[in-house]
């Protein structure tokens, strides 16, 4: 993404150092749902950190396509960005299903992960759009 990108200002600083924050928490609360052995809480902790940095991933890409404005090249490699919508769903209705579904038992919970496993399962596929761009403008070697 950051191929794209000529000139770095402040809010892409902080729209990045956010994003950076939030992926550093993943060795905690993925330790916290293994040890829990996938108890309700940390499994709605851990599906909150995922949403946490697809949030600040959004975020940052769009703090970088408003400062280019409509003519960004990141916004026509990305679009609508289809993949992202459809994971963070997947990522807010396991968030969901752990807090509201069978809240004494494992049904809820094991809808979230399966709802976790799919929003990564969407991003298994290399996503080209950025780099196939990068490359047609010369700057990616």
């Known amino acids: 993404m950051f191929h794209l990108v000529r000139r770095v200002s402040g809010g892409v600083l902080w729209a990045n150092l956010a994003l950076l924050f939030c992926l550093s928490l993943f060795p905690f609360t993925t330790a916290w ?3 829990s052995r996938f108890a309700r809480t940390p499994v709605v902790v851990y599906g909150l950190n995922l949403l946490s940095a697809a949030v600040a991933y959004v975020i940052l890409q769009n703090v970088i396509i408003r400062g280019r404005g409509i003519e960004s090249p990141l916004r026509q490699a990305v679009g609508t960005d289809f993949k ?10 396991g968030i969901l299903s ?3 579904i069978d809240r004494r038992g494992q049904v809820g919970v094991g ?5 976790y496993v799919g929003g990564a399962i969407i991003w298994f596929v290399p996503d080209r ?3 196939r761009l990068a490359q047609e403008r010369g700057a990616v070697d």
């Open 33 to 35: 749902l293994d040890e």
């Open 84 to 93: 992202a919508k459809v994971s963070n769903g997947l990522l807010l209705a």
């Open 98 to 100: 752990a807090l509201t």
């Open 111 to 115: 809808i979230a992960m399966a709802c």
């Open 129 to 131: 759009r950025i780099d």
